[in-house]
C-alpha cells in the first residue's frame, strides 16, 4: 500500500474514534509523514497502565518514513515517542519547550531519537512535504497545528487548539495568519473534536485570575490546588494568586517539578513564580501556604491522592484547610476523585470543584462549537477530517463544518485510509490497529 505522486493519504493510527493516544499518519509519493506519538493511560485488573497504538503499519515502512512531527508537550501527543521512536530511525521534529519536556523522557528509556528543535512559524521541507509550524493557543506552551504542502495537495493540521486571545503565556491566538491561510486551496482540515458537543466559546486563560484569587482568598486555613503540571499558563495564573493573597507557593509533586523546570527554560516562569522547598511548609502559619499538588485525577501515588489518604510524607492537610481543583475529571477517573474526595471530607477539609463552582477556576484547552465554527470559515476546505474525539465528538465536529459550509466530511476512525486528494473518500478498516502495553521492559500487544 503505497500513496503515488498524485494521492494525498492520511491514517490515524491512534486517537480518532477516542480521546488520547495520538499518531497520524500523512502518506504521499511513497513518503510518510508522522504527527505525533501519544499515550493513553487505562485501568486494568493490573492497575494503570500505559498504552500506546500499535505502530506496525509504520514500523514496516520506516524507511519512506521523512520524519516525526510532535506539535505540543502533552503526553497524549509525545507520550510513546520514549518507547517507539528508535523503531523509526528519523527525526523528531518539535519546538522549544516541547523538546525541553520530551528530551529528559527520551533520555530516561535510553532511546536515541534525534530531536531538532524548530522555531514557531518555521518552515520546513521533509521528502515531498512542505511544512509550515503554525503556532496556535491550546493549555500548554508552544503548541503548533501544521500547514502540510505537496504535490497533491494541502492539508491544515491543526493539532489540540482553542481560540485564547490571552493565553497567559505566550502570543494570543493569531488570527490574522489562521485567516491568511485562506488564500490558499485547502484540500482538507484535520481538526481537534473533543469540545465539539459545547455551545458557544471556550473560556481564556486570563479569565481564571479573579476566581481562583477569590476562592483562595476565602480560605482561612491552607489551600491545595490541584492542577494540570504541564498548563504553565495556570501555573502562572496560580503563582500571581499567590502573590496577590499573601501565601508562599510551594509544588508538589514530581511532574510539577519537571514542568516547571522546562518552562524556565524557555523563558516562562519568570515572575510571580518563587516556590519554597516542601520542608519549609511546617514552618508557616496555615493562612500563608498555598500548594500546587500533582493528582487532580486521583492518579494512584500522586501528591494529592497521598494528601487526601493521610499519606503525604511531609504534610496533613485538617479542618479548615481547603482543596480546589483547577482542573476537569477526565472521563474514566471519576471513582478515583470521588474516592479521594471522601478522604478531604473525612479529614473535614473543604473540596472546591470548578465544574460545580460559580467562579471560573478552569478553562479547557479545546474549541467550543463557536472556535470550530470560526475556523471552518476562515480555512474553507474542500474537506472536514474532524480527528482527537470519541465517535459522538467527531460526529458533532462535522456538523459544525457542513453547516460552516465545508461541502464534505470524512468521519471514520483508526486503520481508515482517508484519500484526500486527488478525490476524497474513506476506505474503511484499511489498515491494522491495536494498542500495546508495557511488560516489565517489554512491548506486548493489549
Ligand atoms: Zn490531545
Ligand atoms: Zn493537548
Avoid at 344 to 355: D, L, M, N, Q, R
Wanted: glycine share 8%; proline share 6%.
Amino acid at each position: 500500500m503505497t500513496p503515488s505522486v498524485e494521492d494525498l493519504w492520511f491514517i490515524p493510527l491512534g486517537g480518532s474514534g477516542e480521546i488520547g493516544m495520538n499518531l497520524n499518519l500523512f502518506g504521499h509519493d511513497g513518503r510518510w509523514l508522522m504527527v505525533d506519538c501519544g499515550v493513553t493511560f487505562e485501568e486494568t485488573v493490573g492497575g494503570n497502565e500505559v498504552q500506546m497504538p500499535d505502530p506496525q503499519f509504520i514500523a514496516d515502512r520506516a524507511d519512506s518514513l521523512v520524519g516525526i512531527v510532535a506539535t505540543h508537550a502533552h503526553m497524549d501527543h509525545i507520550g510513546a515517542l520514549p518507547y517507539l521512536a528508535d523503531q523509526f530511525d528519523c527525526p523528531i521534529y518539535t519546538t522549544s519547550f516541547t523538546a525541553q519536556v520530551l528530551r529528559p523522557k527520551l533520555r530516561e528509556a535510553g532511546c536515541q531519537a534525534q530531536l531538532r528543535v524548530v522555531e514557531p512559524r518555521a518552515q520546513l521541507a521533509l521528502g515531498p512535504f512542505s511544512l509550515r509550524w503554525l503556532p496556535i493557543t491550546h493549555s500548554t506552551p508552544e503548541t503548533n497545528g501544521l500547514l502540510i504542502e505537496t504535490a497533491a495537495g494541502t492539508i491544515v493540521h491543526t493539532a489540540d487548539w482553542k481560540i485564547d486571545p490571552a493565553p497567559v503565556v505566550g502570543e494570543g491566538f493569531d488570527q490574522p495568519m489562521w485567516q491568511a491561510l485562506s488564500n490558499k486551496t485547502i484540500d482538507a482540515v484535520i481538526c481537534d473534536s473533543t469540545n465539539a458537543l459545547n455551545l458557544g466559546h471556550s473560556l481564556s486563560e486570563a479569565d481564571l485570575y479573579e476566581g481562583l484569587l477569590e476562592e483562595v482568598s476565602a480560605s482561612t486555613g491552607r489551600v491545595a490546588i490541584g492542577c494540570f503540571a504541564s498548563n504553565i499558563a495556570r501555573l502562572q495564573t496560580l503563582g500571581r494568586v499567590a502573590s496577590a493573597s499573601g501565601r508562599y507557593l510551594c509544588l508538589l509533586g514530581r511532574s510539577l517539578i519537571a514542568m516547571t523546570a522546562a518552562a524556565k527554560a524557555c523563558g516562562y516562569l519568570t515572575e510571580d513564580f518563587e516556590p519554597i522547598p516542601p520542608n519549609d511548609l511546617g514552618y508557616l502559619p496555615a493562612h500563608e501556604v498555598m500548594i500546587l499538588a500533582t493528582g487532580s485525577q486521583g492518579e494512584p501515588g500522586a501528591a494529592l491522592t497521598r494528601l487526601a489518604a493521610n499519606r503525604h510524607p511531609i504534610l496533613e492537610l485538617d479542618r479548615g484547610d481547603r482543596v480546589i481543583f483547577s482542573a476537569k475529571a477526565i472521563p474514566g477517573n471519576e471513582t478515583r476523585i470521588a474516592a479521594m474526595e471522601a478522604g478531604f471530607a473525612a479529614s473535614g477539609v473543604e473540596i472546591v470543584h470548578a465544574h460545580r463552582s460559580n467562579l471560573p477556576l478552569h478553562a479547557s484547552g479545546h474549541p467550543n462549537a463557536e472556535e470550530l465554527t470560526h475556523m471552518y470559515q476562515w480555512l474553507r476546505p474542500a474537506v472536514a477530517v474532524p480527528v482527537h474525539g470519541e465517535a459522538a465528538h467527531m460526529q458533532a465536529n462535522a456538523e459544525l463544518a457542513s453547516r460552516a459550509g465545508i461541502a464534505r466530511q470524512l468521519v471514520g476512525e483508526n486503520g481508515d485510509l482517508f484519500r484526500l486528494a486527488p478525490m476524497p473518500s474513506i476506505l474503511r478498516r484499511a489498515v491494522a490497529v491495536g494498542r500495546l502495553f508495557e511488560d516489565k521492559g517489554r512491548l506486548r500487544r493489549v
